[in-house]
């Protein structure tokens, strides 16, 4: 006599007075529902609302213990109202004049939506398959139910009209059909007299169109479908030339971000580059930079071309000349970048193994062809290999560093940045003493003893020697400090920056392009200051030191009187003053 629900737990009897009290069943006959096995494991309960009964629900009971027919401990019950599951079922609304009820296999009704009379019902197993329709006999009158699986358990739907409704509606629903097929039929009719009549319009507006916007021309009397097939072969040829030029500047523009752009989602640029017939056999990488250093050769004086015009003919000329002859040994994409030309070896296992030695006889055939038929010279440069598109990006940076330092040292024709980083420390030497060295040199205004200091600090660091590029530019700058520093000692301010205004030493030095043209601007830089240092002593022949005893004799009671203003006073540095009185 215990109810549990999923909330909680109560008497039988209180549970019935709260759920049912007021409806049209007793506590005797809703115990007798549930557990009635006739029922076949459905029973219809009320639903009551404040006393008062406002539908039906189904209740699906199971008998516990399962196994045991005879002894009912208690029953599981799941309820679902009646009107909530038939519309669930159903797929469209119950006519007025159709009953439409839900039946399980042992035909018992879970749900209908009006007044159901059992002798008038189909028996379940009448219902075959999934869906169908049977006549049946109730009372004198016909009777046709059609009926449908719902997919829930054993139930079926089944809809109940009387034949002579059922057969009204479907010679309805036949002559609706007749009367549109037949509709449709005369739409057809006109619209196929339409065209036909006018189907040489279009064609002749189609010749005209063409006539007038293709380069083939249509004379009076030819056959028309024959001149539009020969204009649009034409146009099609015409843009498939447009679209290889677009596809050409498309595949330019992917090879660039490739090397450039360490951002690149690499499997989306692979599918581009595929798209572009850009396909890389295997994974390896090598990228090499190739330049043209003069191309005056190619032209005339007469030729009326611009400058960066010869340029790019040149630049177009070496980007075939790469490809033709880098493609003979290996997987080759040659892409003008700037003013070089940038190519992409795509190599094999066996080809990686000696890939030095075989890109530099590529680079050999290359020069060689461009001096030979073209009178131009050709630098190149290569950077590491690498494994894997993500390594392309690395490449073409080394590539970069090594065609700096080719330009930069003037080395061979061809640099390799595995060469250069295996032979180079990147390091030089340049300590105190040679600085304080040179320093003295220039103070003294000796020239030749401060190309004699320079001489050996070049010869220690780079005669013989691999060198790098960065490690040029640092002693570049470390060279421009020392010029700086010397003529600092030497002059006061303004004097100073007079000298810097006419030398400019720091843009003289960083314009230079190699190591020779920096040795050769130091050496004019040191030239100059060596000789205004010489002019200057000379216009002061008088003692350093009988100035120095003047001046402080003179101003010995100033109170500012010190080292610092007596060089402003006599136009020295402190240090560069100190130097000369002790000399005397």
């Not at 009912?72 to 019950?77: I, L, Q, R, S």
């Not at 189909?122 to 719902?150: C, M």
């Not at 220039?442 to 030749?448: A, L, T, V």
């Not at 205004?532 to 030191?545: F, G, H, P």
Request: charged letters at 25%.
């Amino acid at each position: 006599n215990m109810v549990l629900t999923a909330r909680n737990s109560a008497d039988s009897q209180d549970f019935f007075s709260y759920f049912y009290e007021g409806g049209d069943m007793t506590y005797m006959q809703w115990v007798n529902a549930l557990f009635n096995s006739d029922n076949k494991g459905y029973a219809e309960l009320p639903v009551v609302n404040n006393g008062v009964q406002t539908g039906k629900q189904v209740a699906i009971c199971r008998q516990l213990p399962i196994e045991d027919r005879i002894l009912k401990e208690a029953a599981v019950v799941v309820l679902l109202r009646q009107d909530e599951l038939l519309s669930a079922s159903m797929q469209r609304p119950a006519n007025s004049d159709e009953t439409v009820f839900l039946i399980n296999e042992g035909d018992s009704v879970l749900a209908h939506n009006g007044i159901i009379d059992a002798s008038g019902l189909p028996d379940y197993h009448d219902l075959q398959g999934e869906s169908g329709k049977i006549n049946k006999r109730v009372e004198g009158k016909n009777f046709v139910a059609t009926y449908e699986d719902t997919g829930i358990a054993d139930w079926k739907l089944v809809s109940l009209v009387s034949a002579s409704v059922f057969w009204n509606k479907l010679t309805y629903v036949r002559n609706v059909t007749i009367i549109s097929i037949a509709i449709l039929i005369l739409i057809q009719m006109a619209l196929a007299y339409y065209f036909v009549r006018r189907s040489y319009r279009p064609v002749r507006e189609l010749v005209d169109t063409l006539s007038h916007n293709t380069d083939v021309e249509y004379r009076s009397g030819n056959n028309e479908f024959s001149y539009i097939k020969s204009a649009v072969k034409n146009t099609v040829q015409t843009k498939k030339n447009v679209l290889r030029k677009q596809e050409k500047r498309t595949r330019r523009d992917l090879m660039v971000r490739l090397l450039k752009d360490r951002r690149l989602d690499m499997t989306e640029a692979a599918r581009q580059l595929r798209e572009v017939d850009v396909v890389f056999q295997y994974n390896m990488f090598v990228v090499g930079i190739f330049y043209n250093e003069d191309v005056q050769a190619l032209y005339s004086e007469e030729e009326a071309l611009s400058e960066p015009e010869q340029y790019r003919l040149g630049q177009m000329i070496l980007e075939n000349v790469v490809t033709d002859l880098a493609n003979q040994w290996c997987g080759c994409y040659a892409v003008a970048v700037e003013d070089t030309v940038v190519c992409l070896f795509n190599l094999s296992d066996s080809q990686a193994a000696d890939w030095i030695t075989a890109l530099r006889t590529v680079a050999g055939d290359v020069c060689g062809a461009m001096d030979k038929h073209f009178g131009i010279r050709t630098t190149a440069a290569f950077g590491s290999m690498h494994h894997n598109l993500e390594g392309i990006g690395g490449s073409y940076a080394e590539a970069l560093e090594a065609f700096e330092h080719k330009l930069l040292v003037s080395a061979e024709d061809f640099s390799f940045y595995d060469e250069i980083n295996e032979t180079s420390s990147g390091l030089y030497r340049y300590s105190l003493e040679e600085q304080q060295n040179l320093i003295e040199a220039i103070k003294d205004g000796k020239y030749e003893r401060s190309m004699y200091v320079l001489e050996q600090i070049f010869d220690k660091n780079f005669h013989g020697k691999r060198y790098t590029t960065g490690m040029v530019k640092c002693f570049m700058v470390d060279m421009i400090a020392t010029i700086i520093r010397a003529v600092n000692e030497i002059f006061v301010l303004d004097e100073s920056n007079e000298i810097f205004d006419r030398l400019d030493p720091v843009r003289t030095l960083m314009q230079c392009s190699n190591l020779r043209e920096m040795k050769e601007s130091i050496s004019s830089v040191l030239q100059t200051v060596c000789a205004y240092v010489q002019d200057r002593s000379e216009k002061n022949a008088v003692s350093i030191r009988d100035c120095v005893e003047g001046y402080i004799q003179e101003h010995y009671s100033d109170a500012n009187l010190s080292l610092s203003y007596i060089g402003d006073a006599l136009g020295f540095s402190p240090s560069y003053l100190s130097k000369l009185f002790k000399q005397e």
